[in-house]
């Protein structure tokens, strides 16, 4: 089993910045993908980014591409997403979940998930 737990969120302003830590216990995932989704109310879970297990291959939704940015720690157990300008829009849940060794961006290919931690942008 696998246990996840995020943290970082708050309630910022627009324009301010947050980061986001994912740390995951249970079992090495040296070799496991690892990637952040959001659920806003009222609306379905959405990819946000993703990392490989080797770090070599990064993804981001449009909405937050050049404004986000994913990393893992050095001992690839942890995940890191740096979000900058953010903006309304991008208020909901965050979600930091673990994937296979192959990288994707789909929810249905990862298994282990987080609680969540909630991110409120206002205006």
């Known amino acids: 089993q696998v246990q996840l737990v995020e943290s970082g969120g708050g309630l910022v302003q627009a324009g301010e910045s947050l980061r986001l830590s994912c740390a995951a216990s249970g079992r090495t995932l040296s070799s496991s993908t690892m990637g952040w989704f959001r659920q806003a109310p009222g609306k379905e879970r959405e990819f946000v980014s993703a990392?490989?297990?080797?770090?070599?291959?990064?993804g981001y939704a449009d909405s937050v591409k050049g404004r986000f940015t994913i990393s893992r720690g050095n001992a690839r157990n942890t995940v890191y997403l740096q979000m900058n300008s953010l903006n309304p829009e991008d208020t909901a849940v965050y979600y930091c979940a673990v994937g296979g060794w192959y990288y994707s961006e789909s929810a249905a290919q990862y298994a282990y998930w987080g609680q969540g931690t909630q991110v409120t942008v206002s205006s």
């Open positions: 990392i490989s297990w080797s770090g070599g291959k990064l």
